[in-house]
């Protein structure tokens, strides 16, 4: 039973702004992590959110930490809340509201931001707020460490994912025969990205480890990544080279995913019979839509050279050209624009009724084609086609052996994102818990598993309803993606996580995978392949968390600890 019972409101409030913080974590840090898989088209946007969706609960309520530190980010000490427990508890409940009140504008406006840096930002409000400045911890550990993050995140990654894309693209995608040294590459990227993924579960997630695996020596560390290394190096040549070779070099359209499981087998299946239905494309294109530099030259001969009105000797435009047609030549385009209209028979309330409603509120992100809205022209978005015609187009089914790797790469490190950053809504939310069941202060608050279970819910339901608005800000509007893009920018981001998490690092994986995108980006040779416009907003979206959530945590929390009351107006 909770011994704090007056303050039940309290933590109801905190409850109602943890969910939603949650929520935006959804919405915005793992849409943005997702939205290089999706705009590379390695993963449909159902494919992204079902992922997603497994692998970030999984990771929050399988691994995520029992014990948070009450105040996460070190930049207040619990010992000065110890004569008012309450005080503290208030202070948490400000920060949540603050936190989740600028993340959900954020992700309206398409801003990429750290959570981590909003709830900072928000117990830096608070605390200033109830102990004045010089209660909060203003060294290296403290507040210091977001101005840092803004430029060593994007730059560390930036680095690593070229150096990545840059031996992949020298090594593989610009060589004689890219698809036979694809193959040759997979087991060995295979092999390293898994090794960086289990360092990134191993070590980031530490805080959630068993008592056994944190007394582990260096000996034992290394021996489990590469041993998983190692192992699926070797399984990935095992299972997954036939299946690529059957499906790339012999285009065989009878295999199916689950094929892959048959390995060596595949090599013995005999020779591909005739499709019946005719030549097909077993692979998709994943430069659909992304035109290079000489089909832009050659559209704009068409243009010039399109038909002339005799009557006023100019050429004519696309709309009086299609006019000219007869009225039978109707474009495929506008017969299927046409979407089928829901009809509901009865009130809303009716069973039914309200099960499409639901079902249309939860599920219609996921009809969004993020890669179409991408296209949208915005003041943030100038002329994309020039800007992804200076990005060079590789061979196809070549960019198709990247895929798999960057839905690899993708689903670890949310899995490692769901066991750590669902504290950053859940983390305040166990301390009020404690206070108020208790009404006592720890420096390191229990986390309960029915906490990670409503965190992880909600951000989970964050993603599939909003987390199309972060994705479409995002991907081919930085730069072109493509699988093998998109995999160097995943694994450089995940490198400089575990990289950053060893020497204690302040990094964000928002900035991580951002300014991995911004390296990858570079790698064309042009610095106009990269929309320096939407770079320049996303980064002002960072610098301006911090003092965001902390003037709203703070001014809440002043004006509710200043408040006049009944007896004690003056």
């Known amino acids: 039973m909770p011994i704090l019972h007056q303050f ?60 948070a530190d009450t105040i996460r980010t070190k930049i207040l000490s619990t010992k000065a809340f110890e004569q008012e427990p309450t005080i503290l508890m208030l202070g948490m409940t400000c920060a949540l509201v603050g936190s989740s009140a600028f993340m959900t504008v954020a992700t309206r406006y398409g801003l990429p931001v750290s959570t981590t840096h909003s709830i900072m930002g928000g117990v830096l409000g608070a605390g200033i707020a109830s102990l004045g400045p010089e209660g909060v911890n203003w060294g290296w550990r403290g507040v210091p460490q977001v101005f840092a993050a803004w430029a060593i995140a994007p730059g560390i990654a930036g680095i690593f994912a070229s150096i990545i894309f840059l031996i992949t693209k020298y090594g593989v995608l610009k060589s004689k025969n890219p698809v036979r040294n694809a193959f040759i590459s997979v087991p060995f990227y295979f092999a390293f990205t898994t090794g960086i993924l289990t360092m990134l579960i191993v070590w980031k997630g530490a805080a959630s480890a068993s008592a056994a695996v944190k007394t582990w020596g260096a000996g034992q560390y290394i021996g489990v990544i590469f041993g998983v290394g190692i192992g699926c190096g070797t399984l990935s040549a095992i299972f997954i080279l036939p299946y690529l070779h059957r499906k790339l070099n012999l285009s065989d359209w009878q295999l199916v995913w689950y094929d892959a499981f048959k390995g060596p087998a595949l090599l013995y299946r005999g020779e591909v019979p005739p499709n019946p239905n005719g030549e097909q494309a077993l692979v998709k294109d994943y430069y659909k839509g992304h035109k290079t530099r000489e089909q832009l030259d050659r559209d704009g001969r068409e243009i010039v050279a399109a038909p002339i009105d005799v009557e006023t000797n100019t050429p004519l435009s696309k709309e009086a050209e299609a006019g000219a047609r007869s009225s039978g030549d109707v474009s495929e385009s506008t017969t299927n624009s046409v979407a089928p209209v829901e009809v509901r028979i009865g009130p809303w309330y009716q069973p039914g009724n309200l099960f499409q409603i639901l079902k249309k509120a939860f599920m219609h992100g996921v009809d969004v084609d993020v890669i179409a809205e991408q296209k949208k022209k915005s003041i943030l978005v100038g002329n994309l086609e020039e800007m992804h015609a200076k990005a060079a187009h590789y061979d196809n089914k070549a ?27 859940v983390g305040p939310l166990a301390a009020v818990y404690f206070i108020w069941s208790t009404g006592k202060i720890a420096s390191k608050s229990p986390v309960p598993v029915w906490i990670l279970c409503y965190g ?3 951000i989970v339901i964050g993603l599939w309803t909003y987390g199309y608005n972060i994705m479409r800000n995002l991907g081919n509007r930085l730069t072109l993606h493509s699988p093998s893009r998109g995999f160097s920018m995943e694994l450089g981001a995940a490198c400089t996580v575990v990289m950053a998490t060893r020497l204690a690092l302040p990094v964000s994986t928002t ?60």
Not at 58 to 63: F, H
Not at 517 to 526: I, K, W
Not at 538 to 551: D, K, R, V
């Open 8 to 67: 039940d409101y309290i933590f109801a409030i905190a409850m109602m702004f943890a969910f939603l913080d949650a929520w935006n974590i959804g919405a915005n840090d793992v849409a943005n992590s997702f939205a290089t898989s999706v705009s590379s088209r390695s993963l449909t946007m159902r494919q992204a959110m079902i992922i997603a969706s497994v692998m970030e609960f999984g990771g929050a309520v399988g691994v995520g930490a029992r014990v």
């Open 456 to 458: 992880g819910a909600a």
């Open 511 to 570: 900035q991580c995978i951002v300014g991995a995108t911004v390296g990858v980006g570079l790698c064309n040779g042009e610095l106009k392949s990269i929309n320096w416009r939407m770079v320049l907003w996303i980064y002002g979206g960072w610098i301006i968390t911090l003092p965001c959530t902390g003037i709203i945590s703070g001014c809440l929390m002043g004006i509710i600890l200043n408040a006049p009351q009944w007896g004690n107006a003056l």
């Open 399 to 425: 960019e198709h052996t990247y895929s798999m790797l960057q839905i690899l790469t993708a689903a670890t490190a949310a899995f490692a994102h769901g066991a750590n950053d669902v504290s950053n809504a």
